[in-house]
């Protein structure tokens, strides 16, 4: 599972992405919200996270 903000289009919840993931991932376990987030794309798309 990947999340992506949509950015650049209007609909989008750029700029306030965080914000917007801190309520959209509530209660989920942190391992699992790096995974969605960032995680699970580097390992699909080959690159290192920082």
Do not use: C
């Not at 949509?6 to 989008?12: G, N, S």
């Not at 992405?17 to 798309?45: C, H, W, Y």
């Amino acid at each position: 599972m990947l999340w992506g903000s949509d950015y650049p289009h209007a609909e989008a919840t750029f700029p306030r992405s965080q914000q917007f993931l801190g309520r959209m991932f509530a209660g989920v376990p942190e391992t699992d919200t790096r995974k969605i987030t960032a995680g699970n794309a580097a390992k699909l798309f080959g690159f290192t996270l920082n």
